[in-house]
Nanobody, 120 residues
Framework: QVQLVESGGGLVQPGGSLRLSCAAS????????MSWYRQAPGKERELVAA???????DYRDYEKGRFTISRDNAKNTVYLQMNSLKPEDTAVYYC??????????????WGQGTLVTVSS
């Protein structure tokens, strides 16, 4: 079994910051791409940012300059630093990883999600 566990969500005022973390555990060789998605109420899940195992990064346009994705391969953890948060950033944030399982198969694994609420 491979698990991704997110943490760091919560209530923050507009203009504030949060840092989300997502740690992988279980039996696997490595993790390729790791990504953050979010799903706002009544909307579809959307990609926020992605990072490859060698550090190449892709952001949605509206995140550039506000959100920063990073990872620590030694800790099998991906982070999302979110600054200048807006009410429209309110959503459940999900971590996603492409994991090379011990069976030599690639698995797409999702975390359970962490709620971010931006409100005064």
């Amino acid at each position: 079994q491979v698990q991704l566990v997110e943490s760091g969500g919560g209530l923050v005022q507009p203009g504030g910051s949060l840092r989300l973390s997502c740690a992988a555990s279980g039996s696997f060789f490595s993790i390729d791409d790791m990504s953050w998605y979010r799903q706002a109420p009544g909307k579809e899940r959307e990609l926020v940012a992605a990072i490859t195992s060698d550090g190449r990064i892709d952001y949605r346009d509206y995140e550039k300059g506000r959100f920063t994705i990073s990872r620590d391969n030694a800790k099998n953890t991906v982070y999302l630093q979110m600054n200048s948060l807006k009410p429209e950033d309110t959503a459940v944030y999900y971590c996603n990883g492409r994991v090379l399982h011990l069976s030599r198969r690639y698995l797409e694994v999702w975390g359970q999600g962490t709620l971010v609420t931006v409100s005064s």
